[in-house]
Structures are given as C-alpha cells and as structure tokens.
C-alpha cells in the first residue's frame, strides 16, 4: 500500500511539475522567437520605420501559437506524473488555453465593459497618480526603456510625433497580447489547474512584477535610486493580481489585453512628451482629469456590478492566507505555500530572464 504524501511535499511537487512545464513552454517560445530575431532583420533594414512594430507582430502570434502547441507536448511527456498533482480534471491544456480567446454575441458586451471598466478604474487612476506623486518614475521609465538605444525596439519614442502616432496604433496591441498571454493566458490560466486560484494569482503577479523590476539592471537607469523600480515593481505587482483573478474568475483574456492595451497607448504618450520635454501638466489636463472624469461616471453607474466583484475578489484574496482544505494544510504549511509561491514565481522569472 502506498503512503500517503505529505502536506509540504504536495505543495512542493505541485509547482516542481509546473515549473517543468514552464520550463517546456519557455524553450518551445524560445525556439520560435528564432525566426523574428534571425529572420526579420534578413528581410526588413531594422533602422526601418515598420521593423518594430512588425517584430512586435510577429512576437505576439508566435506566443499564442506556441503556448498550446507546447502544453500539448508538454502534456504529452508529462500525463502519468501529473495525475495526483493536477487539482482539476486535466481534459486538454491547449484547448483550455485558446477557450480563453472565445468571443461569442451573448458575452462581448461584458467582455467589453470588463475591459473599460478595467482600464478607467484600475489603470488610468494608478498610472496618473503615480506619475503625479512621483514624478521622477517617468524619467525613469523613460530612460529604462532605451528608446536611444542601438538595438533598441523602442526607438519610435525617438521619432516625430507623426512616427510615434502610426506606431502606437500597434505596438502597444501587440505588447499586451504577447504579455497576456504569457502572463494571465498560461502561467495563471495553466498554473491554477496546479495549484489553488489563489496562488495562480500571486505567483504569476510577482513573475510579472519582477519583469518591470528588471530594468533596475538597465545600463541608462544606474544611478537613479532604487525607489523607483520598486514603485514599478509594486504597481505591476498589483495589476497583475486583479488582471488575473478576472482570468481566473471569467476565463476571458479579452479584457485584460483590451485594458492593458489603451494604458500602453495613454503611457507612451505621456513618455513620448516626457521624452520631448512637455511638462506632464499637459496630459494631466487634457487627458488623465477627462478620464477620470470618465472613470468616475462609470464606476456611479456601475456601482452594484462593481461592489459585488469587489466583494468576491476580496473573499477570494484572503482564502490565500488561510489553510488549503484540498491538500489539508496546516497554518504552518500555509505559510510555508506562501513562501514557495514567491520562491517559485522567483525562479520562474530567472528562468524566463535566461530563455525568453
């Protein structure tokens, strides 16, 4: 007869068979990205005015090719170790992936007034007031993102505002779609067939955070205080829980891309002004008040919808600080989950750093 596993073992083997399965899909993106990086430049002169957004393009539809082309591999190497891992039926991990692009009559609506109500309620109020409060961040972003650099695939930041305008169009679509997916669309979505919502939450949030925290390496920014990639760090760290318990909760990736994709553009015009030495008073006044404005009207008029999901995303919050009865925690082994939450999400990260 076979011993039963333990609590602590349970909760360390869940996130080792993730973190192999990260790992499958990480290289699988990796190999795939080869064609952009080797290719491209083959074909288009990378000083041209359409390279960039076109690497973008091509980077996009390459992770949401590749995430369910590699879980079915990856679900195919790993099926018999997963069985007592897996907390919900394991039907197909690629179909589970691009059921969460599903569109249909019934639920655009929604969808839709998910994604603004995102956007004016979560993102614009954050954004605004960080740059209000500390307005060095925006230097910061600025230069962390390296717009002058050689090699740099944010250069159109550098151009005339009619180049940055054509760019906007599309890059920033194409950057929340490559994020999404990565992020909320497999590493939360795929992570909480591991473990519980909850930890799907965090730990993908934190790989997230991690990623803005990174620039504190970028060579521009040394020198600048560490404050200020640590307010990235938390404000990223912050959006990507609500932005993944909206996937979690709804299984819709639309909103979350739609939201993350007008706060790119109202973002890079408050860079593309920094960067061209117009005072944020500008946007403060001609964009961010009007749609707070905005942002006020909606949250009057959706008040009730807005107060029940505020009240079940927070009931669901605080279950992460309590025992998981389905692996039959402890208090201390909760605290030990936590700990491998973000010790997880870490070495996902350096993983990611390395590979993607």
Do not use: C
Not at 42 to 49: G, Q, Y
Not at 105 to 121: A, E, R, S, T
Not at 161 to 167: A, D, E, Q, T, W
């Amino acid at each position: 007869m076979r011993r039963p596993r333990s609590t602590l073992k349970t909760i360390v083997m869940q996130r080792i068979y993730f973190l192999f399965e990260v790992l499958v899909i990480f290289l699988g993106i990796f190999i795939f990205m080869l064609i952009p990086t080797f290719l491209l430049p083959l074909i288009i002169d990378v000083n041209a005015i359409i390279f960039d957004a076109l690497y973008y393009l091509v980077r996009a539809l390459i992770i949401v090719a590749a995430i369910p082309l590699f879980l079915y591999l990856s679900n195919f190497l790993m099926e018999k170790q997963r069985k007592t891992l897996i907390l919900e039926e394991d039907i197909s991990p690629s179909r589970n992936f691009l059921s969460l692009f599903k569109i249909t009559k019934k639920n655009f609506k929604f969808q839709l007034l998910y994604g603004v109500l995102l956007l004016f309620l979560i993102f614009i109020p954050l954004d605004f007031f960080t740059y209000l409060f500390s307005p060095e961040l925006l230097n910061f972003v600025s230069e962390a993102l390296e717009p002058a650099g050689e090699f740099s695939l944010n250069s159109y930041f550098n151009e005339s505002y009619f180049i940055f305008l054509l760019s906007i169009i599309f890059i920033p679509l194409f950057v929340a779609l490559y994020e999404e997916s990565l992020v909320r669309g497999f590493l939360t979505n795929r992570g909480s067939d591991y473990v519980n919502r909850m930890s799907a939450v965090i730990l993908p949030s934190f790989f997230f955070g991690l990623g803005h925290f990174r620039y504190i390496f970028s060579g521009p920014v040394v020198g600048f205080p560490i404050i200020f990639p640590i307010i990235w760090f938390l404000q990223t760290f912050l959006v990507g829980i609500v932005l993944s318990m909206v996937v979690v909760r709804k299984h819709w990736i639309f909103p979350v891309i739609f939201a993350h994709t007008l706060n790119n553009v109202i973002s890079s015009f408050s860079i593309w002004n920094h960067i061209n030495h117009i005072d944020f008073s500008f946007m403060t006044f001609y964009v961010y008040i009007p749609l707070l404005i905005i942002g006020i009207i909606l949250f009057i008029w959706q008040f009730s919808r807005i107060k029940e999901s505020l009240s079940i995303g927070w009931k669901e919050f605080k279950t992460y600080f309590v025992r998981d009865e389905t692996i039959g925690e402890n208090s201390v082994e909760t605290g030990f989950r936590i700990v491998m939450d973000f010790f997880f999400g870490l070495i996902i990260f350096l993983i990611g750093i390395i590979i993607l």
